[in-house]
């Protein structure tokens, strides 16, 4: 089901919606769920009239952030895996491209985040969302693996653990890390956890 009431087709339109969408994220950044649909609009400079056009409740804003955050890092991972084969990285490299990139797009800003992961339904439309980035990230994975020597069977099965145990592995340390240094430890440990388990599989 669409988050949408309905979706600029004009260009000023467009820019009232994405305005929305900007002061939403800055909004529920530093209010969390207490922010309000006419905060929201109040922030974007619109009324909450305008507001109500795009979108029902503050839920489905949240929904529709949700899907543009997904968007957004499915091209930052796509970008993540392009460089690792034109830089010819090695794979301890290359694992912890994989690993900083996965953190830098849940990083942004890290309260939002928060939100995006406890708050926001999971509507059929989001989950193929996640599930295609996935997908693309364990198949260009395994082709990284494929050209440091392993089968196409090995690197599939080691691709797929490893983005798996990265995922789940990152929600954690950006969700519990209070600070930049915790990150950043927490961060190489994921680092270290991946390497050795690919190191496991060669």
């Given at each position: 089901m669409?988050t949408?009431r ?5 260009q ?7 305005a929305?969408?900007?002061?939403a ?5 530093s209010?969390?769920?207490?922010a309000?649909t ?5 922030e974007?400079?619109?009324?909450v009239?305008s507001?109500?056009?795009?979108f029902?409740n ?5 929904s529709?952030?949700a899907?543009?955050?997904v ?5 930052s991972?796509a970008?993540c ?5 034109e830089r010819e990285?090695?794979?301890?490299e290359?694992?912890?491209?994989l690993v900083?990139?996965?953190?830098a797009?849940?990083s942004?800003?890290?309260?939002f ?10 509507t059929r439309e989001?989950?193929?969302?996640v599930?295609g980035m996935?997908?693309?990230l364990?198949?260009?994975f395994?082709?990284v693996?494929?050209s440091r020597g392993f ?5 599939l099965?080691?691709s797929r653990l490893?983005?798996?145990a990265?995922?789940s592995?990152?929600?954690r ?8 240094e915790?990150?950043?430890v ?6 270290r956890?991946?390497r050795s388990?690919?190191?496991s599989e060669s």
């Open positions: 669409s949408l309905k979706r600029p087709s004009q000023r339109s467009r820019a009232t919606y994405d929305i969408l900007e002061a994220t800055r909004v529920f950044a209010e969390g769920m207490a309000t006419n905060r929201i609009a109040d974007a400079g619109v009324s009239g507001l109500y056009q795009y029902g503050k839920y489905k804003i949240l529709e952030l899907n543009r955050h968007s957004a890092a499915r091209e991972f970008v895996l392009s460089d690792i084969v990285l090695s794979l301890d290359a694992v912890r491209m900083e990139c996965a953190v797009v849940n942004k800003p890290r309260q985040f928060h939100l995006l992961y406890d708050q926001v339904p999971r989001l989950i193929e969302q599930e996935n997908q693309q364990v198949l260009g395994s082709e693996l494929q089968s196409a069977q090995d690197a099965l080691t490893t983005v798996t990265v995922d592995q990152v929600h340390v950006v969700l519990e890390s209070d600070s930049p915790e990150l950043r927490r961060t190489e440990a994921v680092v956890h991946a388990m690919i190191a």
